[in-house]
């Protein structure tokens, strides 16, 4: 039993309130992408992996659980919504900044690549090239608008899934068709 010290204490420590867990979500998102948890070194990403995992894993049944209290139970269900909705879109914005630098990096490693390749043998040949070119110059368009975005937005993660698709594609219909000798095409 807790003794009548803590309790005073307890009595005269100042509320604290809480968003409701749409305010923190819609404060996150209208947030610059600086503000939002960014961990630099590979011992924070790692205890944010793991504390993150851990709370999306254990506090969903915990959540289930929480009408069952009377009095306090809907609140402690909101409140545990709103870390859950904090929680993913943290590693959603997290996970599109990566996701971004990488597709930034492969654009830049692609077009040097096909810059140093020797010149095309057939015109087959040269019209996928620039077909590529054209493909990649069209996704660094869309790389530089989706850089402006929020991070944390879904609809950016599927933006940048078929733009990395796109350019696979056509990466992909160069590789096979420039792999063939100039006796193997098929003529249209």
């Not at 139970?73 to 409140?79: R, T």
């Amino acid at each position: 039993m807790p003794s009548l010290k803590k309790l005073r204490r307890w009595k005269k420590a100042p509320y604290r309130t809480f968003q409701s867990h749409t305010t923190a979500t819609e404060s996150i998102l209208a947030s610059s992408s600086s503000q939002l948890p960014s961990p630099s070194s590979s011992r924070a990403s790692t205890i944010y992996r793991n504390t993150s995992d851990a709370a999306q894993t254990y506090l969903p049944p915990i959540q289930a659980a929480a009408n069952m209290i009377p009095g306090v139970g809907s609140i402690l269900k909101g409140a545990i919504g709103g870390i859950l909705s904090t929680l993913q879109l943290v590693d959603r914005h997290i996970q599109n900044k990566v996701d971004l630098k990488t597709l930034r990096r492969r654009l830049y490693q692609l077009r040097h690549h096909i810059d140093n390749v020797p010149t095309a043998r057939t015109p087959i040949e040269e019209t996928l090239r620039q077909e590529l070119l054209s493909a990649l110059e069209t996704a660094k368009s869309e790389l530089e608008r989706m850089q402006k975005r929020i991070r944390g937005a879904p609809s950016l993660t599927q933006d940048i899934a078929g733009c990395i698709t796109t350019v696979n594609n056509h990466l992909f219909e160069y590789m096979v068709t420039t792999a063939q000798s100039p006796t193997e095409y098929v003529y249209f």
